[in-house]
Nanobody
Framework: QVQLVESGGGLVQAGGSLRLSCAASGRSVSNSAMGWFRQAVGKEREFVGRISWRGGYKLYADSVKGRFTISKDNAKNTVTLQMNSLKPEDTAVYYC?????????????????WGQGTQVTVSS
């Protein structure tokens, strides 16, 4: 059974940084595409970014491009989301997800397992 557990969320001031981690079990991160999504209160869950199965290709939402970076730590079987220059509109619950596709897109239906999420709050 695949399980994903996110950590690292919290409260940060605008302009600050946070680093989210997603620990995987039951699936090897080194051979899996991993994605990050977020959901703000009253809004649909939206794509943030993803890293391809071997880590060579990354895709980001325009809203986070240049500020957020996804990476894998194969030794720890984790994927991280480094978030810099945070804005109040980045406030949301952030979810880690994994896909059997080699290079999934931003459609959440392409991802088959999800974590429980971690709250990120950016104050102005």
């Amino acid at each position: 059974q695949v399980q994903l557990v996110e950590s690292g969320g919290g409260l940060v001031q605008a302009g600050g940084s946070l680093r989210l981690s997603c620990a995987a079990s039951g699936r090897s991160v080194s051979n899996s595409a991993m994605g990050w999504f977020r959901q703000a209160v009253g809004k649909e869950r939206e794509f943030v970014g993803r890293i391809s199965w071997r880590g060579g290709y990354k895709l980001y939402a325009d809203s986070v491009k240049g500020r957020f970076t996804i990476s894998k730590d194969n030794a720890k079987n984790t994927v991280t989301l480094q978030m810099n220059s945070l804005k109040p509109e980045d406030t949301a619950v952030y979810y880690c997800a994994t896909s059997e596709r080699l290079q999934p897109g931003p459609d959440r239906n392409e991802y088959d397992y999800w974590g429980q999420g971690t709250q990120v709050t950016v104050s102005s």
